[in-house]
């Protein structure tokens, strides 16, 4: 049978490994920059740990994981025990796991069961793989990697702040100098909701303003329709698709227009508060824009919420996050920890980057320097000076046949090695290695110490 790959799903090769490489470790470093510890939790939760997380429409995607042994007997038999297949009461017979749907979850269900061993706030990174079980296409996989820090154990503004500052420098350290940070906060789409006479209905209004990008007004507003909202309701909505201006000039409007909402007048006063902070810090060329169409359709957002997207590029958001006050105490804790969060999307950056060109040149540079001997004495010289130049921090091998010149050169220019070192008797007797240049074609004459000292400096 013809191999194939599930779909949604993708093989990286050497030269795409080391492109996704340098985006990890762009993000990797900024993060620890800003002092953030690493951790991992296991691909695989509970149900019990992921239901309920995400809103209805999260729920759908998550990826369950069939029991072991002989789950299903009895269940197509007639019989006075036979569940009917769609009673939820058959779920835990078939799937008590899941994949995980994202890691902001799992680190709130790690920090309920290890809060007796950290000290708050507590500051963490995770970069692993998440699973969804959604319809695949441009930009969106059913596997994919997600890098994510958040902070928990703090209400402070100041995290917020720093998030800002975080995705700005990650963002320029990747190349991406044309791009937006959208920021909003849900507790002024609670207080929309509120004001035109929906209170409680702030999730399914996040829902659907979340897909205002992608299917526009006119069928927002059918899907709100659809939820139960009136049409007096939707008309007083209206003026969230006109509110635009200068930060300055949509908070004033915001306030003017929410001014009978408490709710919302605190997640303005929390925004203000925030870009205040980021200012303070002295971020140069900020690209934070303020907008109240920005909902973040996860349900457990409670304050402020960030998207960014790369200009210049059809791709969706490659990263977004927010504030979380309740997600621990879903898991039976009486503490309340609050916390908030960022996640940059791995393969979206690496489709960004590739549209638009910005992958270092050496970014998909493995070996620098491949040693060719042509015989065994030539070998007996290239071993040792193999050793040294990899403890000179150079990426080095060996060809290890001895074959013909041409097809251990073909070698180097298939890897894209740039250097090759020649070693024949001429090499041996003399003690003058012969370096070629693959990609100018330039050869030279030096000693093992010269060719050493040569590639360490290039």
Request: hydrophobic letters at 40%; one cysteine or more; aromatic letters at 8%.
């Amino acid at each position: 049978m013809k191999p194939s790959l599930v779909k949604g799903t993708r093989d990286f090769g050497p030269e795409q490994m080391s492109k996704r490489l340098f985006i990890f470790d762009t993000i990797r470093a900024t993060f620890k920059r800003f002092g953030f510890l690493p951790l991992e939790t296991p691909a695989m939760e509970n149900l019990s740990t992921l239901t309920g997380k995400y809103g209805d429409e999260g729920d759908q995607l998550l990826f369950k994981i069939l029991n072991s042994g002989d789950f299903a007997a009895g269940l197509t038999a007639d019989g006075a025990d036979q569940l009917p297949l769609h009673s939820k009461a058959l779920l835990p017979r078939i799937a008590e796991k899941g994949l995980r749907y994202d890691l902001t979850v799992p680190f709130a269900r790690y920090v309920v069961m290890n809060r007796h061993a950290l000290a708050l706030p507590f500051k963490r990174y995770q970069m692993q793989p998440v699973w969804r079980a959604d319809r695949p296409q441009k930009g969106r996989y059913r596997e994919f990697y997600q890098c994510d820090a958040d902070v928990v154990g703090t209400d402070s503004l100041l995290c917020e702040a720093e998030i800002v500052l975080m995705v700005h420098e990650v963002m320029r350290n990747l190349g991406i100098e044309q791009f937006a940070l959208k920021v909003n906060n849900r507790k002024i789409l609670t207080g929309i909701a509120e004001m035109i006479g929906m209170p409680g209905q702030e999730g399914a209004l996040a829902v659907a303003i979340d897909k205002l990008d992608k299917i526009g007004q006119e069928k927002v507003l059918d899907e709100l329709r659809g939820r139960g909202f009136s049409e007096e309701s939707l008309t007083a909505l209206m003026p969230i698709f006109s509110v635009e201006g200068s930060t300055d000039a949509v908070l004033a409007r915001l306030k003017e227009w929410l001014a009978s909402s408490e709710t919302a007048q605190r997640g303005i006063a929390e925004l203000q508060e925030t870009l205040q902070l980021v200012s303070q810090y002295g971020l140069d060329q900020s690209k934070t824009e303020l907008d109240v169409t920005l909902a973040r359709g996860l349900s457990y957002y409670t304050g402020a919420i960030f998207e960014v997207k790369a200009l210049g590029v059809s791709i969706g958001s490659i990263s977004g996050g927010g504030r979380y006050d309740n997600l621990t105490s879903a898991f039976g804790t009486s503490e309340r920890l609050s916390g908030v969060g960022i996640s940059f999307g791995v393969d979206r950056i690496y489709d960004v980057m590739e549209e638009l060109s910005l992958f270092p040149a050496d970014a998909g540079q493995g070996t620098a320097v491949l040693l060719v001997p042509f015989d065994a004495d030539g070998r007996a010289v290239a071993l040792p000076l193999l050793n040294q130049l990899r403890q000179a921090d150079t990426s080095a091998e060996m060809y290890p046949d001895l074959a013909k010149v041409k097809k251990m050169l073909d070698y180097a220019n298939a890897k894209r090695i740039p250097l090759v070192v020649l070693i024949g008797s001429e090499e041996v007797q003399t003690g003058q290695l012969t370096l070629k240049n693959m990609l100018t074609g330039v050869q030279e004459k030096l000693t093992a110490d010269e060719l050493i000292a040569f590639v360490t400096r290039s």
